[in-house]
């Protein structure tokens, strides 16, 4: 790629497909200025990124991210992906999978966030709690929570919550409005209006 005689190949390919040669045109300039092996490195995370991500079982996928540890650099959009990326970072790979394993283990991690106000977290086990378990509830709660604590309180809206409401048990709404009313003590400073909405949203059943 570095080659004169790749210039002139890409001028000529660039005649049967502008935009691909134009890609490889970059990837030959950054190859260039960082050397192939910082410019190929995207590119191969990203390719390790997609065989994790396509894995089908837990087991394969924490194996894989042991044998990949470089893929804790990447930071995916809100996924699982990107939940257990976070708290492999922050704690271990093992205690990232628990997450997933054990939804014990994640109310516990969600504690632990409620408790130090971590937005991050919290806003990680969301996307854990939609896609793995099925949570919906307390999944958009979390979210909305984490936006507060994030100080992005426009990209917060409550009345997103209140579809879900009828079919969570009391259980759940319960738990989540102890939460939340907790959250809103500790920070009532920042977007009172917004904690107090949330709660009422919860304790709305009809």
Do not use: C, F, K
């Not at 977290?121 to 709660?141: K, P």
């Amino acid at each position: 790629m570095s080659s004169p005689e790749a210039a002139v190949a890409l001028a000529e390919y660039a005649l049967l497909d502008p935009e691909a040669a134009a890609q490889h045109q970059v990837l030959r300039e950054e190859i260039l200025i960082e050397g192939a092996t910082a410019a190929y490195r995207p590119l191969i995370l990203g390719e390790q990124l997609a065989d994790w991500t396509a894995l089908t079982t837990w087991d394969e996928s924490e194996q894989y991210l042991r044998a990949h540890p470089d893929l804790l650099e990447l930071d995916p959009p809100d996924s699982v992906p990107g939940a257990l990326l976070h708290a492999a970072r922050t704690h271990d790979i093992p205690t990232a999978y628990v997450l997933v394993r054990d939804r014990t283990a994640l109310q516990q991690y969600i504690d632990n966030a409620l408790t130090t106000g971590d937005a991050d977290a919290l806003r990680h086990a969301a996307a854990i709690e939609d896609e793995v378990y099925a949570d919906q509830l307390s999944a958009r709660t979390h979210h909305q929570a984490a936006l507060l604590l994030a100080g992005t309180p426009d990209e917060a809206d409550p009345a997103d919550l209140a579809p879900l409401v009828a079919d969570a048990s009391p259980d759940t709404r319960n738990r989540l409005i102890s939460e939340t009313a907790t959250l809103s003590a500790t920070h009532a400073q920042q977007h009172a209006a917004h904690w107090v909405r949330i709660i009422q949203v919860l304790a709305a059943t009809g």
